[in-house]
């Protein structure tokens, strides 16, 4: 079975909100904040079982969530000693056959501020999310990615860069999909670091979407 690396990226520290949302809305062991966390993304999905088995066999890291579609796998390990997870990873790595450089460089979908939020819209999302609410009147940003699972590690540098509030985060599928939101200029700051993690991120080249 041939198997793509689409994502692979080192989280150092869960931010309280990200590990949170993780904690709420996954079905395996949950993180607490601060620990380091590990998001690898493969294709066939199916595959991704075996991935967990090398990862929990090779270390004690914990998985928190593991996503098995027929496309695309995700698998997200973590645990309080980074070295854990490193070598989680690599163990991972040496599984596939692959380098870290080998997985596919991300590319940004959507990259959009709403200004202001009218108060029906904030109802809508509210209804279909599970962080925090936003209110009327708030900007919100909206980013996706592709692959995936890079928008775990914008989730979690732009909740370091600003204070914000994470309303979703989809780390799984066909793309990333992150909201988040907060005042003007706090929604501007968690923008510019979002962003910046995503272009500052190697790999090889895929068949991304480009930025507009």
Known sequence: MAITLR??????SLQPQLASF?????????????????????????????VTDVALKATRVAPAIQVVERAYGLLEVHHEDQGEVRQAGAAILAHLGVKEEERL????????????????QAQIINRNSQGMMILPGQSLFILE????????FAANEAEKAANVYLVQVQPYGAFGRLYMCGTEAEVDAAAKAAIATIEGLAGRAGAGFKEH
């Open 7 to 12: 994502c692979y990226t080192f989280l150092d």
């Open 105 to 120: 460089k991300p590319s940004i979908a959507t990259n959009q501020i709403i200004r202001a939020i009218e108060p029906y």
């Open 145 to 152: 990615t592709d692959p995936a699972g890079y928008v775990a």
């Open 22 to 50: 993780i904690g709420k809305t996954a079905r395996g062991f949950l993180p607490v904040p601060g620990v380091a966390s590990l998001f690898v993304e493969i294709a066939p999905g199916i595959a991704v079982n075996r």
